[in-house]
């Protein structure tokens, strides 16, 4: 395993009950990577993430963090990790602070001066002595991202952070991991259902689709590549058309649209066919596509979010 290698998985599988939930997946997050983890409601997204922490076993495979391996080696390879899965463990009745302090000392080697520094790193200077019971969403979620930074981990792992935060929210949390992985260097692993997230914050995704990985890449070169619309005078003949002459599948999107991905230079061909076969074109259009796009190719047609 190379040496910037934080996160590592190995043909990691969990069965329960007899039925396979996670199938053999692999994958690896570089150092200052923001990495995330993208997959639909029920993917296997919590499953995997309770795997890496320790919090259940992997069937088969193996979980590597620093290149410590988790099951044989598991203290060290936890103390590189700082985590929120599903939602941060808060006590309501104390103070943000209280809570903090709480956990350093459960932590021996966490000096006092580390709260103020994670307060002022995920901004809760101005609400940290309030009682959490008053704290937003967000500043909970400020808050357990506190919690997670306190041992200064090497990587940081985040369960759908933004559910639930308004748009406002979400913006912050956004700049906030951005922030933490441009000067603290930090390596985030994130996972999320929304593929606009995904792109706004990644370096790199691995897209996870009933408990297997489809596809991972870096998330620039997912978003390359041309979806295709044309406005004709008969969708119906054009898509069997498309299907039929070319092998692409083209989606109806109104009465007079029909769209598809295809490379650049089979447009006139395809134009061309269109007319010799009566199909009027008012007009195509072209535009980048997007994560989302991409994930109804890769799966064809279903969406996640
Ligand atoms: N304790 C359990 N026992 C049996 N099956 C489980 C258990 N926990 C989760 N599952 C199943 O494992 C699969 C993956 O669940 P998981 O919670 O990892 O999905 P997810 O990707 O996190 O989804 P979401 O976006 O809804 O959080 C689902 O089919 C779920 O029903
Ligand atoms: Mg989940």
């Not at 500043?139 to 792992?157: F, T, Y």
């Amino acid at each position: 395993m190379n040496t910037d290698t934080v996160l590592s998985l190995k043909n990691v599988s969990k069965k329960i009950k007899g039925r396979p939930i996670i199938n053999d997946i692999s994958f690896e997050v570089k150092k200052g990577q923001i990495y995330g983890f993208l997959g639909p409601n029920g993917a296997g997204k919590t499953m995997t993430l309770r795997m890496i922490v320790g919090l259940i076993r992997p069937t088969s495979g193996t979980v590597e963090i620093c290149g410590h391996n988790t099951r044989k080696d598991f203290v060290r390879a936890m103390s590189n990790v700082g985590c929120i899965i599903e939602n941060p463990e808060l006590y309501e009745y104390l103070s943000g602070s209280d809570n903090l302090e709480l956990l350093r000392k459960m932590e021996p080697d966490i000096s006092a001066s580390r709260i103020d520094e994670v307060v002022e790193l995920v901004g809760l200077s101005h609400r940290i002595h309030d009682k959490v019971g008053t704290y937003s969403l967000g500043m909970k979620q400020r808050l357990g991202i506190a919690q997670a930074l306190m041992k200064k981990p090497e990587l940081l792992i985040l369960d759908e952070p933004t559910n639930g935060l308004d748009p406002a929210g979400i913006k912050e949390f956004r700049s906030l991991v951005k922030s933490l992985s441009k000067e603290q260097g930090m390596t985030i692993f994130v996972s999320s259902h929304l593929l606009s997230e995904i792109q706004m914050i990644c370096d790199e995704v691995a897209i996870i689709l009933h408990g297997r990985i489809i596809k991972t890449s870096k998330v620039e070169a997912l978003s390359a590549g041309q979806k295709i619309t044309w406005n004709v005078t008969n969708v119906a003949k054009a898509i069997k058309l498309l299907a039929d002459d070319f092998g692409v599948e083209a989606v109806k999107d109104t009465e007079e649209t029909l769209s598809a991905f295809t490379d650049d230079f089979r447009i006139m061909e395809i134009n061309s066919a269109m007319m010799s076969s009566d199909i009027g074109i008012k007009y195509v259009s072209r535009q980048q596509k997007s994560l989302e796009d991409l994930f109804m190719e890769l799966t064809g047609g279903e969406t996640i979010g």
